[in-house]
């Protein structure tokens, strides 16, 4: 025995490491899904991930492998498919469209192949071989449709589709016994997005019964602008035929006054799909962003993989699969594909949807179907329909509005409510006396029950929540924490405090309408005021406008030079006591003009005065372009020396979140870091960042985050409402920017509450009657012991600029140039006048005023005599050069 044994423990380790090796089959799974359902395709892999993860023990362990492709291109199905076949695949999830060739053209393939094709959307074909679809087969579900009518008793209705698939699920309403009842057919197209002309035309024919058969997206659009038109009234009926009707969020029509009723295979509320849900959000951070639940084919998804997931481990001859690639272009099939149909078949579980069975053709049997009505609260169920008894229940009970008005009246009834000690929402009262039961607490929330208490005649005791926490979803933990976790345990019936109401809350939890309406800010220390600048005399105007100015300066100085040499009547005797001078002189010279330009800037005047109409003009238009430029420079600088500039390091969180030197948080674990978390921004997924990086930032409660404010170069992220009475009570703080958001404080519940509307409706009093608005003044100033109204917040003062003072420029631009207008009129009528009485050329007269005028050096202009003293005259343009060359 002792030289066999080496030999037998060989054999033994060898076993186990085969059997080990066996114990876990990769297996993988396609998937062929539309591009234009992104959502499905990640369910698929989510799903995948999910049983594997919760089935670690079996045997079998799943792989996906996906494609996407355009459906409505056979070809490119067609290749997608062949691909999937050569990856040795065990089984074809898809595809999710609608049916049609592309569907057909799959299922002939598989077939060829008798590769095992698992579906999950309408498909009225009923021949094939190795499919299976969890869709309820559509006869099944026209039945139930015509059933309902006939319950209902509607004789005339019209029906709303909006495309030919949605008219092919109703044929047998279309064709079954019209002498029963009559309807009409209106078509929505899926792209426009105006259905109001339509929704008149019906309206004006007076139907009141509608049957509803749309995608989500086109429901959607209908009801909003149904109830815009007027269509969501009372006497309106509306029967909705799409299986995610719990995807669309009907809230606003819950007090409209309209019947909707419509059909699901699932409760959304079940807690077997509640966990699912959170099962997807804590393993994977993909959200699906359009949908608040998930949806009917999400659902359906998840149910076939779990079940084709257990087939196979059920499956005796799991270990012994011997997946091979398929080539479609061969004749080689894969004879196991049959036999895993076959275990399929005979599989059952209890899935999202219901219990899953399926018969001998691959379709789902003996399956419920809830007939819905939309209500007050929530979507309720009022009948079923089971797929073996083939008959509609109706389990609504007729009741008079009396009866339901007293078993939903909240008089006499009691509640345990619980709240959190935050200033001023809710606190111990600060006496020396000791004191119990709900007497020790005082706030805004404690007196907004008291109020609603007295409106609608119930009793209630506060407890306090110890750890201050309004409520997250503990991943790890798999539970809600805080006061939400209270009202999930039911520990308390209501919770009110500043909680807010987010999506991740109401998920597990119903609120009331927002009492108080708020959003994220940022608390910071007020702004401290600038030092004054050596140079602030430059402060009232733009750099731009004081350039402008000393342009401005210089043209005009240079314009009255021009206009000066140009206009006769600034050519002047200068010996007045000499009746016939030999020559004229200019006072318009560049340095004079210059000194003109100048003095009048200043406001002091020269001694010059100009004669001429241009110049005059040109100086009229200088002096009012002054006036105003002087007047608005003295009226700015006042304002600047008067009032203090404050300076803020940032202005909002794009330009916190970007600086390196002021450090910011928020409360940890708090809605304010949720809405960060969630956020689609690239800015606010930076600050997330920041603040998950630098957890010592983060605080316990408001109180320490306002400390830090005070005491540390911090910024400190919290709602508007609470900045609001931090502000009140210190005047050193305030709130920098706009509110990053809007959202509102509610009561919490547990779900489909009967005494939400109740509440609902007394805060609606409370906000009409303005008690609200009072408890607020109350809490927030009226208790708060700060006095920051009476320090006057300094504004600050803006340089003016073109836009401003830019009409001026304007002004002076225009007189400038009807000023150059004028002088060349004034040397045109000269010019003609003295042509005339010398019996001249006006041409020649004209080229020497010009020629003159190009002379720039010369400042004395000769006296041009008669012809009939061409030589005098001479002699005398002689004496004056020469007097001329003297004065040089």
Known sequence: MSRQSPLIYSLLLIA?????????????????????????????????????????????????????VDSRNILAVSSATCSLFGLEIVGLFGPNSSPGGASKHIQALCDNKEMPLIEIHWDPNDGRNNVINLHPHPEIIEDVLIEILQAYEWKKFT???????????????????????????????????NYRQIMYKIKKQGDTHFVLICSVETLEKFFKQAQQVGLLVENYHYFIYNFDIQTIDMETYQYAGSNI???????????????????????????????????????????????????LNDSRSSNKLNPKPLYCDSDYTWEEGSSIINIIKMKEIDGLTGPVRLDSKGFRTNFDVQLIELNEINWITVGYYNYLEKKLRITRKQENK???????????????????????????????????????????????????????????TFTLQKDRANGNYDRKRRKWTGMVGAVLSGEADLAIGDLTITSEREEAVDFTLPFMTLGIGILYRKPKPVPPSLFMFTSPFSGEVWLLLGVSYLCVSFSLFVLGRLSPAEWINPYPCTEDPDHLTNQFSLKN??????????????????????????????????????????????????????????????????????????????????????????????????????????????????????????AFLMESTSIEYVMEKNCSLTQVGQRLDDKGYGIAMKKEAKYRQLLNSAILKLKENGKITSLKIKWWKEKNSGDCDSVVSKGAVTALTLQNVGGVFLVLGVGTFMGLLMVFVEITFKSYKRSKKEETKFKQEMREEIEFFLKFKKSVKPIKFSNNSVESNAETVDNMDNFYNESR
């Open 159 to 193: 029906i709303v589709y909006d495309d030919n698939e949605s008219l092919a699920k109703i044929n047998k309403l279309l064709v079954y016994k019209h002498n029963e009842y009559s309807f009409g057919l209106e078509e929505l197209d899926k792209n426009e997005e």
């Open 261 to 311: 009723t419509s059909i699901r295979f699932f409760d959304p509320n079940s807690p077997k799909v509640f966990e699912f849900e959170q099962e997807l959000k804590d393993y994977s951070n993909y959200r699906f962003p359009t949908r608040k639940m998930i949806s009917f084919e999400t659902a359906l998804l998840y149910d076939a993989v779990n079940l084709f997931h257990q087939a």
């Open 402 to 460: 009396d009866q339901q008005s007293d078993e939903n009246s909240l008089r006499n009834k009691s509640f345990t409510i619980i709240t959190v000690l935050t200033p001023p929402y809710g606190q111990l009262k600060d006496t020396t006396t000791q004191l119990y039961g709900n007497d020790r607490f005082e706030g805004f929330g404690i007196d907004l029950i008291h109020e609603l208490s007295l409106m609608l005649g119930f009793n209630y």
């Open 593 to 714: 003009s210059l000194w003109f330009a100048i003095g009048s800037l200043m406001q002091q005047g020269t001694e010059i005065a100009p004669i001429g109409i241009s110049t005059r003009m040109l100086a009229g238009v200088w002096w009012f372009f002054t006036l105003i430029m002087v007047s608005s420079y003295t009226a700015n600088l006042a304002a600047f020396l008067t009032v203090e500039t404050l300076v803020t390091p940032f202005k909002n969180i794009e330009e916190l979140a970007t600086q390196k030197e002021i450090k910011y948080g928020a409360k940890a674990n708090g809605a304010t870091v949720n809405f960060f978390r969630d956020s689609k921004r690239d800015i606010h997924k930076s600050v997330y960042s920041y603040m998950m990086n630098n957890q010592d930032l983060m605080t316990n409660d408001n109180e320490d985050g306002v400390w830090k404010v005070e005491n540390e170069n911090y």
């Open 16 to 68: 186990i490491l085969i059997n080990i090796t066996e114990q876990k089959r990769h297996l993988k799974i396609g998937g062929l899904f539309d591009k234009n359902k992104e959502e499905t395709e990640h369910a698929f892999r989510l799903a995948i991930d999910l049983i594997n993860a919760k089935h670690t023990s079996e045997t079998i362990h799943l792989q996906s492998v996906v494609q996407s």
